[in-house]
């Protein structure tokens, strides 16, 4: 578990200078939205060769858009295999179900939110985002 001023420090610099941020041509593209907040996101899953390349752009809270960056750092030059191990590992770290995974690195950060249960969503936007798009790619 990260301490909670690098946490803060993490997610801060994740939501001021955003990763990864733009749309992809040819790539595959889902959006998804929180009506209860008012967050946005847009998720970008394009393929260099076997390895994903993926971008993201919103508007929204912290945790929304330092998921959605720390989520395109993360998995960015894995294959969707790989991907889709670790989103499960983000998910369960988010939803309480588990400690945080080594692999996760940065993303731990957001393991706090498994205490606010109005924030998970927050958390989980850009997750579901991504999986819209893998599923269209």
Do not use: Y
């Not at 929180?34 to 076997?50: H, I, K, S």
């Amino acid at each position: 578990m990260l301490p909670e001023s690098l946490a803060r420090e993490i997610i801060a610099s994740h939501q001021q200078r955003p990763r990864n941020v733009g749309p992809q041509p040819q790539a595959a593209h889902a959006e998804r939205a929180n009506p209860g907040c008012g967050d946005q996101v847009e998720v970008w899953a394009g393929q260099d060769g076997e390895r994903l390349k993926l971008s993201f752009s919103g508007k929204g809270c912290a945790i929304s858009q330092a998921s959605a960056s720390l989520m395109t750092v993360l998995l960015s030059g894995k294959t969707p295999q790989e991907a889709q191990v670790l989103a499960g590992q983000f998910r369960a770290m988010v939803l309480g179900e588990a400690a945080p995974a080594p692999e996760l690195g940065d993303l731990a950060a957001l393991s706090g939110v498994s205490r606010l249960l109005s924030r998970r969503r927050c958390a989980l936007l850009a997750w579901d985002a991504l999986e819209d798009a893998l599923q269209q790619a």
